[in-house]
C-alpha cells in the first residue's frame, strides 16, 4: 500500500517476524508488556497475539500484555477480531475479554500509555504541514523533540522511548531521514542521553511493505540502557524472508562480519555519541569514516562553507535586466551557470537591498524603490517581510566579502560531487554551497572535494534522494574531513590541482587516497 493521507504503510508478515526475533519476543513473552503505538490493519497483531497464545501462561495473566492504539475505530475492531480468531483457535475461553482490553481507539502521542518492556511497530508517515496547526502545537509540547519540518513519527520514537522500563526496547520500522536530517538532531540527542542503539538494519531496497513506497525505512532497535556494541546492516533488493533468517543467525552468533547476496553485515564496537549527522552505509563505510576521526572537519582545516543568498522571491530579485541604479546590481552565480565542470555566468542580477551589511533606505534608490513598490504585493506577503519593517529586505542578509575573492560552489542536489571555481565579483544564490579559503589553494582543495574520499563521506551523511541523487548541503559538507594543507606534500597539490582543472574524478581520488585512511 502507498502512504496514504493517515500516513499508511502496511508491513509484510516476515519483517514484522524478524523484527519480534530481533526483540528477543519468543518463549515465555507473558511476562512482557508490549506497546503497538498504531495499530493499522494488524500487521504487528496477528504475530504478537499468536506469540501469546504459544506462550503456555494462564489467559487470565495475559490481559496486561498487549496495549495497541489507533485513530480510526475499524482499525481497532478489525485487530479485535484478528486477536479473537487465534485466540480462539488456541482454545482461549475469554478471547472476547482480552481482545477488548487490548486495542483501543486512540491518540497514542496523546494516551496515557501503560511502561512497557517493547514498544514496536510501523509509525504513520505524516508531514507536519498536513496537521492541523492546532493539533500539531499539542504535539510539539507533548513531544518536544518533533521540532522543524519533522515527520509524526519522531513524536512516535519520543513518546515510545519515554514509556519504555529500563531494559525495554523500542523497534520500528520506518523512514531513517531523522538520523541525518536537522530536524531529527532534538531525537538523536535524546537517544545519545539515554538509549542505546542495538541495531540498525537499512531497507530502503528491501520489499518490506505491501506496496511499492518511497519511505527509506530502516529497522531501528533502542534499549533503555547503556551503549554497548551495535549490529549495522544493508539489506539488497532481494532480502526476504530466507535472507532474514540467515541475518537472525549470525545476529546471534559471535562472528563480527556477514554478508550474502542480499546483504552485509557486521559488529561495530560504539555508536555515535553525539547528536551531530549519524552516517548512513556499509560497515565497512561506516568503520572508514571512524578512522577519519584524526582529520580536521573542513572548517578546521581553514576552510569556510556556506550556503548563498536566499531571497523569498527569486522572480523578483534575481534579473537580467532590471531599471534601477547600477549599484544595486550585483552579479550573481546561480545553478543554471553551472555548466558541466565550468562557470558560465547567465548575467543575472541580485537587484540588492543592501549596502555591505547594511540595509538600503530605499527612499534613497528612487528606481530601486520604483522597482520593489511594483512587486510590493508578493513582497510584502513573505514571512521575512511580515516580521520586519523593512519590507523589501531577502530572507538572507549579505556577506560582501564573498564578492572580493575566488570561490569553489557546488549545486545542492547532484549524483557526484563537482566542486566548480568562480572568479570574484559574483555572489552565490542560495542553490549553492560556497567553499572559501584564505590558505588553501582553491585548485587543490577542489581536487580534495572532488575525490572519492569526500564524496563517499557527503554519501554517508546526506539526505540521498530517489534515483541516488545527494544532497551537497553546508550542514554536512562542514562535517567532511580533510588534512591539513601543510599534510599535502607539493606533488600531491600539483597533482589535485591538474586534476581538478580537468574534472578527472578518477585522477582526484588517486591523488587524495595517501592523504585518508585506507579503506
Known sequence: MTVTTTGEV????????????????????????????????????????????????????????????????????????????????????????????????????????????????????????????????????????????????????????DVLRPGGRLLYICADRWMRNGYGRDLRAKVVREFAVDDVLVMHDADAFDDKVSAYPAIVNLRRGKQSKVTVATAGELFAESAASDYLRWRRGETSRWSSPDAKAARMEHWHTTDAVWPDGSPDDLAWLSALDDLPALERADVKVGIGIATGADKIYIQKQADVEPSRLVPMVTPGAIKGPRFEWTGEHLVSPWHGRSLVDIADYPKLRSFYEHHGERLRSRNVAKRAATWWRTIDSFNPSLLERDLLVMQDMKLRSHPVRVPAGFYPHHGLTWFASDVWDLDVLGGLLLSDAVERQVAARCVRMRGGTLRFQPTVLRMVRIPQPTMVSAKTAVELASAFRAHDRVRASIAAASLFPER
Open 10 to 161: 502496511f508491513t509484510r508478515r516476515w519483517v514484522v517476524e524478524l523484527m519480534l526475533d530481533m526483540a528477543e519476543y519468543r518463549g515465555d513473552v507473558s511476562r512482557l508488556r508490549v506497546v503497538e503505538p498504531s495499530v493499522g490493519g494488524g500487521a504487528f497483531v496477528g504475530p504478537i497475539v499468536e506469540r501469546l497464545a504459544a506462550s503456555g501462561a494462564p489467559w487470565h495473566e495475559l490481559r496486561d500484555s498487549l496495549r495497541g492504539y489507533d485513530l480510526r475505530a475499524e482499525h481497532v475492531q478489525n485487530c479485535r477480531a484478528i486477536a479473537r480468531s487465534i485466540l480462539d483457535s488456541a482454545g482461549c475461553p475469554i478471547a472476547e475479554e482480552l481482545a477488548e482490553a487490548w486495542f483501543q481507539v486512540g491518540d497514542f502521542l496523546l494516551a496515557d500509555v501503560p511502561e512497557a518492556d517493547l514498544v514496536i511497530g510501523n509509525p504513520p508517515y505524516i508531514r507536519v504541514e498536513n496537521l492541523d496547526p492546532a493539533l500539531l502545537a499539542f504535539y510539539r509540547h507533548v513531544c518536544p523533540t518533533m521540532t522543524g519540518r519533522a515527520d509524526i513519527f519522531v513524536g512516535f520514537f519520543e513518546k515510545g522511548m
